[in-house]
């Protein structure tokens, strides 16, 4: 599954250009001896990622998702996927995406492709023929990108953190992480060194610890705090009523 790293076009056939370096994943279907003659011929880095981490490959394994939603939604419906995957596709093209604001065609063509939804007929700009990049765009996906980095930042460990560290299910009772802290020691990319008091360090991912939060901590810290002292009113009010009097038409006085 060929992805552009900017543009984000997706492409299910085969493209028309080579790339320098190629991320595979470590599947037995990347690895055997037929790989390597394609990959010796053509000016092609092999790159291999961390099996079982989606993270090492994200913008594949994202689109992944979405076009795996897109082929079960064609096989609910009866139809062939392969023949929807093309609908699907031109869709997904034509569509701005959040981060960049721009549709992968306008990225990489220069213009808005023809879709089945009537649309005016616009001056349509050439194509460039080398891969210019609006600094707009390339400064909005910056911030995008910013944004997830500091929301990502805020969730990960580092030294000195009280974790929680994920353990096999012994019985029904047993919980999903074990009650006893870990501290952190260290980082080695996504993993997590960890120390227990006079037991030996053991290195973990990140995806199997959590940070500890002990009893008593406000997790809640945007909510107003209540005062030890306050007492809170628990008795019902009954509910508001109208202030009732008689006519004024009948001759009553107010």
């Excluded at 079982?52 to 998702?65: D, G, I, K, M, T």
């Excluded at 609910?76 to 093309?86: A, C, R, V, Y």
């Excluded at 944004?147 to 009772?173: F, H, I, S, T, W």
């Excluded at 037991?199 to 973990?204: A, D, L, S």
Aim: aromatic share 6%; glycine share 4%.
């Amino acid at each position: 599954m060929p992805v552009e790293r900017l543009p984000q076009w997706n492409a299910a056939t085969p493209k028309q250009s080579v790339r320098p370096q190629q991320l595979f994943g470590a599947a037995k279907s990347f690895t055997f001896t037929y790989m390597a003659p394609p990959l010796t011929c053509l000016p092609i880095t092999h790159r291999r990622v961390t099996p079982y981490w989606p993270q090492a490959n994200s913008e594949v394994e994202r689109f992944n998702r979405t076009l795996e939603k897109a082929i079960r939604a064609a096989n609910t419906k009866g139809k062939d996927w392969k023949s929807e995957l093309n609908t699907f596709l031109l869709n997904y093209r034509a569509t701005a995406h959040c981060t960049t604001g721009k549709s992968p065609a306008v990225l990489l063509f220069g213009r808005e492709i023809r879709t089945k939804l009537p649309s005016l007929n616009t001056s349509r700009s050439p194509a460039p023929t080398s891969p210019v990049v609006d600094p707009a765009i390339l400064e909005r996906d910056r911030c995008q990108k910013a944004k997830m980095k500091k929301y990502a930042d805020e969730k990960r460990q580092g030294p000195g953190d009280k974790v929680l560290l994920k353990q096999e299910r012994k019985n029904k009772l047993s919980t999903k992480y074990d009650p006893d802290p870990y501290i952190v020691v260290g980082t080695k990319g996504t993993s997590l060194l960890l120390k227990r008091r006079a037991e030996p360090e053991i290195m973990r991912n990140s995806s199997a610890v959590r940070k500890f939060s002990p009893e008593g901590t406000d997790n809640h810290p945007h909510e107003a705090k209540r005062k030890p002292d306050q007492v809170v009113d628990t008795t019902t009010k009954p509910r508001p009523q109208r202030q009732r009097k008689p006519p004024e038409y009948l001759g009553h006085e107010k």
